[in-house]
T-cell receptor, first 111, second 111 residues
C-alpha cells in the first residue's frame, strides 16, 4: 500500500540554522500539505501546495518558511533561520479531494 | 477553531466495541465528517469519512444522525493497539482544504 515517507525522522539543529525537511508524497496525489505539532499540543496546519504553488497558508507560515517541489517526487519544507519555538513534529500529507494521508513525521529539535 | 466537540477521554474494554461520540451542530450542508486517529506521536491516520449516510470500512463504522449534528465512530472490537487520540473533523471537500484538528478523544483500550 502506498504511503507518505519523510526524512529525516529526527533533526537536531542550532538556533539560527537553516533546515530542510523532506517528504515523498503518494505518487498520484495532487495536493500536498505540511502540518506541525508542538509537544503536547494540537496538530496545526502550515501550508497546502498544488500545481507548483501555495494554495493556502496559515498565520504560522511566515517568511521564515518556504515549500518547494524540486522534482516530480519530493516535497520540501525549509525553515530559513530556526528558532527554539520551531521545535515540533512536522508532518507531511498528500491527498486529493477527500482524505489526506500523513507521513510518520520529522521531529525537529532546535537547541 | 475546530467545529466539533468530543469528550477528552474514554476507556473501553479490549474486545468490546468502542463508541466515540462527536458533536458538530454547526455543520454545513457541504461539509463531510472525517475521523482520524493518532497513536502516540505518529502521523494522523485516516479512518473513515461520510456525508450523511452511515459508512463502514475495514477499520470502523461511522453513524451520522439524520440532522447531521452529531456522529459516532464505532470500533467493533477494540484492541490495545487502538489506544490513541481520535479526532472528529468536519471539512468541505474543496481542493486544497486543510484539516483543522481539535484536541480529540484519548481512547484507552484496557485489558
Amino acid at each position: 500500500e502506498p504511503e507518505v515517507t519523510q526524512t529525516p525522522s529526527h533533526q537536531v539543529t542550532q538556533m539560527g540554522q537553516e533546515v530542510i525537511l523532506r517528504c515523498v508524497p503518494i505518487s498520484n496525489h495532487l495536493y500536498f500539505y505540511w502540518y506541525r505539532q508542538i509537544l503536547g499540543q494540537k496538530v496545526e496546519f502550515l501550508v497546502s501546495f498544488y500545481n507548483n504553488e501555495i494554495s493556502e497558508k496559515s498565520e504560522i507560515f511566515d517568511d521564515q518558511f518556504s515549500v518547494e517541489r524540486p522534482d516530480g517526487s519530493n516535497f520540501t519544507l525549509k525553515i530559513r533561520s530556526t528558532k527554539l519555538e520551531d521545535s515540533a513534529m512536522y508532518f507531511c500529507a498528500s491527498g486529493g479531494i477527500y482524505e489526506q494521508y500523513f507521513g510518520p513525521g520529522t521531529r525537529l529539535t532546535v537547541t | 477553531d475546530a467545529k466539533t466537540t468530543q469528550p477528552p477521554s474514554m476507556d473501553c474494554a479490549e474486545g468490546r466495541a468502542a463508541n466515540l461520540p462527536c458533536n458538530h451542530s454547526t455543520i454545513s450542508g457541504n461539509e463531510y465528517v472525517y475521523w482520524y486517529r493518532q497513536i502516540h506521536s505518529q502521523g494522523p491516520q485516516y479512518i473513515i469519512h461520510g456525508l450523511k449516510n452511515n459508512e463502514t470500512n475495514e477499520m470502523a463504522s461511522l453513524i451520522i444522525t439524520e440532522d447531521r449534528k452529531s456522529s459516532t465512530l464505532i470500533l467493533p472490537h477494540a484492541t490495545l493497539r487502538d489506544t490513541a487520540v481520535y479526532y472528529c473533523i468536519v471539512r468541505a471537500n474543496n481542493y486544497g482544504q486543510n484539516f483543522v484538528f481539535g484536541p480529540g478523544t484519548r481512547l484507552s483500550a484496557l485489558p
